[in-house]
């Protein structure tokens, strides 16, 4: 089984910065991607960043320009850079791991961003 350990939430002011980080162990045979996702209370879960281990990124229109996603092959690990925090981007920012054919959660980290 794989599992994701996701580190890096706490409490922040408006324009702050925060880096998680999400570390994937287990049996690992290839990773197609890694991204992270995140749920804010009272609503659904919003997608916000993905990479590849080839380098490739792609970014949600309401992160794009201050979140930054890399990762680290070697460490099977991926990193969200959160620059320029907004409130509204309080929420719990989950990891998630694609294999080949299967999808694997983090259990989350909670990122709370204060006025």
């Known amino acids: 089984q794989v599992h994701l350990v996701e580190a890096g939430g ?3 002011q408006a324009g702050g910065s925060l880096r998680l980080s999400c570390a994937a162990s287990g049996r690992i045979f290839r990773i197609i991607a890694m991204g992270w996702y995140r749920q804010a209370p009272g609503k659904q879960r919003e997608w916000g960043a993905r990479t ?3 380098g490739t990124t792609e970014y949600a229109d309401a992160v ?3 979140f930054t996603i890399s990762g680290d092959n070697a460490k099977q690990t991926v990193y969200l850079q ?3 925090l907004k ?3 309080s929420a719990v920012y989950y990891c998630i791991y ?3 054919l299967f999808e694997y959660w983090g259990q989350g980290t909670l ?3 204060s006025e």
């Open 82 to 84: 959160m620059n320029s």
């Open 10 to 12: 706490g409490l922040v």
């Open 98 to 100: 694609e294999g080949p």
């Open 52 to 54: 590849t281990p080839g």
């Open 64 to 66: 794009k320009g201050r």
């Open 87 to 89: 409130p509204e981007d």
């Open 111 to 113: 990122v709370t961003v």
